[in-house]
């Protein structure tokens, strides 16, 4: 066993420790050794800086949706939760998902009369002019991973598209045909090979993501 006789240097920027031995040096980077009792320095284990992305501290420019949410942000689709806030975890309710469909397709004015004064009212009128929706909407009820794609699959016209093989979408489903279409044009491939997960509630992260996909590129 060879003897360590001193410990020599500390780089912190690149987290590695230099000890001196009987008759070589060796420089490591594994924080959890202690150093050698004969020397009084340690080492203290680099801490992760705080990242932020597109502005929001809680958006990594590694997440999968990051690039989604500078879209949105650019496009004024949404400006996140708070000034410094996304919330890509946070549910996206239905007139979330409403109210960012209208602001991607230009925010455009209503044909008809617009009842209320909520920030969901006009893009709730316009979805229902251009046949997305046909009831009465629950602002707060979560949207669903079949709802996003039906509500993209009418706007781009209801086109028919290839079967998908998942074994929770039935052939005779209200949101089938909207599914097959989804998996088509690359918006989604589903949670699993065999599962598309028509009822997950989405997050906002998930659904920027959905929308990027298909109107942003």
């Not at 932020?52 to 997440?63: E, I, L, P, Y």
């Not at 990051?66 to 879209?71: I, N």
Request: proline fraction near 6%.
């Amino acid at each position: 066993m060879l003897k360590v006789n001193q410990y020599v240097s500390r780089d912190e920027e690149r987290g590695k420790v230099t000890y001196a031995f009987d008759n070589c040096t060796f420089s490591g980077n594994d924080w959890g050794d202690e150093i050698p009792s004969n020397t009084s320095d340690t080492p203290v284990a680099p801490t992760t800086p705080v990242t932020s992305f597109a502005g929001f501290v809680d958006v990594n420019a590694n997440a999968y949706y990051a690039a989604p949410v500078a879209w949105a942000v650019e496009k004024g689709i949404t400006a996140g939760t708070s000034a410094t806030t996304f919330g890509p975890d946070s549910t996206c309710s239905q007139a979330q998902i409403l109210t960012f469909l209208w602001r991607a397709y230009g925010s455009p004015e209503a044909a008809g009369t617009v009842s209320g004064s909520e920030y969901y009212a006009l893009p709730f009128r316009w979805a229902q002019e251009q046949g997305v929706i046909s009831h009465s909407l629950a602002p707060d009820s979560p949207c669903t991973r079949a709802d996003v794609v039906t509500y993209l699959w009418k706007l781009a016209g209801s086109p028919e598209a290839q079967a998908a093989a998942f074994t929770d979408v039935s052939a005779n489903a209200s949101y089938a045909k909207a599914v097959n279409w989804a998996v088509e044009k690359g918006i989604t491939a589903g949670v699993s090979k065999d599962r598309f997960g028509p009822d997950s509630t989405c997050t906002r992260s998930q659904i920027v993501t959905f929308l990027y996909a298909a109107l942003g590129k």
